[in-house]
C-alpha cells in the first residue's frame, strides 16, 4: 500500500521518524555559517530534517548550503559498540530552527568514545558502510 503525500510533503521517500542527538556545520564557500547541536525530526533514505537546540533563522541557511551532520545512531553494533551515522549534503529549506538536508553522501562510523557524538569530521574512525 503506498502512502499518499501531502502537497506540503516534499520529499518522495518515505519518512522514517528517528529522533536522535546530532550536530551539525552549515558551510558556505569554505566559510562556516552555523555549527551546533539539535536533534533529528526525521530521516529519509534521501534527507533529514533535523531541529537546532537554538534558533538557525532562515534567512542563514539559504537553500544549497554544504551541511555536514553527525547523528548517535540508535542502534549498536555486536558488543554493545555505539555507532554514528555521518552525513554531506544541501540544505533544502530551513524555519526557525528546523533545517531539511538533501543527503549526498553518507556513511556509519563507530564512536570511539561514549558521550555526546564527535563533531561531523572526526578524522580517523572505522568506516562500518558508505555511499
Same mark, same amino acid.
Given at each position: 500500500? +503506498?502512502?499518499?503525500? !501531502?502537497?506540503?510533503?516534499?520529499?518522495?521517500?518515505?519518512? %522514517?521518524?528517528?529522533?536522535?542527538?546530532?550536530? %551539525?556545520?552549515?558551510? =558556505? #564557500? #569554505?566559510? $562556516?555559517?552555523?555549527?551546533?547541536?539539535?536533534? @533529528?525530526?526525521?530521516? !529519509?533514505?534521501? #534527507?533529514?530534517?533535523? =531541529? !537546532?537546540? !537554538?534558533?538557525? &533563522?532562515?534567512?542563514?541557511?539559504?537553500?544549497?548550503? +554544504?551541511?555536514?551532520?553527525?547523528?548517535?545512531?540508535?542502534?549498536? $553494533?555486536?558488543?554493545?559498540?555505539? $555507532?554514528?551515522?555521518?552525513?554531506?549534503? +544541501? *540544505?533544502?529549506?530551513?524555519?526557525?530552527? =528546523? @533545517?531539511?538536508?538533501?543527503?549526498?553522501?553518507?556513511?556509519?562510523?563507530?564512536?570511539?568514545?561514549?558521550?555526546?557524538?564527535?563533531?561531523?569530521?572526526?578524522? &580517523?574512525? *572505522?568506516?562500518?558502510? #558508505?555511499?
Amino acid at each position: 500500500m +503506498r502512502r499518499a503525500h !501531502s502537497i506540503d510533503d516534499r520529499r518522495g521517500a518515505r519518512r %522514517y521518524p528517528i529522533q536522535a542527538e546530532l550536530e %551539525y556545520r552549515i558551510v =558556505r #564557500g #569554505g566559510k $562556516l555559517i552555523s555549527s551546533g547541536r539539535g536533534h @533529528t525530526i526525521d530521516i !529519509s533514505t534521501g #534527507g533529514i530534517l533535523f =531541529r !537546532s537546540a !537554538s534558533d538557525v &533563522p532562515s534567512s542563514d541557511v539559504p537553500a544549497d548550503y +554544504r551541511v555536514e551532520l553527525a547523528v548517535v545512531w540508535p542502534a549498536q $553494533l555486536s558488543g554493545g559498540i555505539d $555507532l554514528q551515522f555521518c552525513a554531506r549534503g +544541501r *540544505t533544502v529549506r530551513s524555519d526557525q530552527n =528546523r @533545517t531539511a538536508v538533501k543527503i549526498d553522501r553518507y556513511e556509519f562510523r563507530t564512536k570511539r568514545t561514549k558521550g555526546s557524538p564527535s563533531s561531523p569530521n572526526p578524522g &580517523p574512525s *572505522t568506516t562500518v558502510y #558508505g555511499l
